[in-house]
């Protein structure tokens, strides 16, 4: 369930969660300037699980259509950086320490998957919410605070 990168996380969830469970100092929050409600980029976050589902439902769907198909996995929803923070917070039970920094070349404000191909082609349909991605994750981190 869980993520153990090895050195610096690259992605958001799991560098949150070492955050939260004491092997890092804080957050990194690269850019409040974005066109967004709160400032910070908006991305698609999805559940382990959702992802695995959506992997199996195209594995099923292999061979009743010809050709290559290419399906987007996601929510279809965008979350802030600074909400996915809150929410993880919310699912620690303490507030996850961040820093603002400058923007990083080449990052986008906005950017989710368009999933209406995966759900019409696959009957598949990411169905987990960011509150309980971050309880699961956290659930995991906490349990490994180490890794495995």
């Not at 559940?47 to 929510?75: P, S």
Request: proline share 6%.
């Amino acid at each position: 369930m869980g993520e153990d990168p090895q050195g610096i996380p690259n992605n958001l969830m799991p560098f949150i969660a070492q955050v939260a469970v004491g092997r890092r100092e804080k957050l990194s929050v690269y850019g409040n300037d974005y066109p967004t409600a709160d400032g910070t980029g908006v991305r698609d976050y999805i559940h382990v699980m959702d992802l695995a589902d959506g992997h199996i439902a195209a594995l099923k769907a292999v061979g009743e259509k010809a050709g290559l198909h290419i399906y987007n996995l996601g929510t279809g929803k965008g979350s802030s950086v600074l909400e996915m923070v809150d929410a993880f917070g919310q699912a620690c039970g303490a507030p996850v320490p961040y820093e603002l920094c400058p923007r990083r070349p080449g990052d986008i404000a906005e950017c989710w998957a368009s999933t209406d191909k995966a759900e019409r082609d696959l009957g598949w349909k990411a169905t987990r919410t960011v509150a309980e991605m971050t309880a699961d994750t956290w659930r995991w981190q906490s349990t490994n605070p180490n890794g495995y």
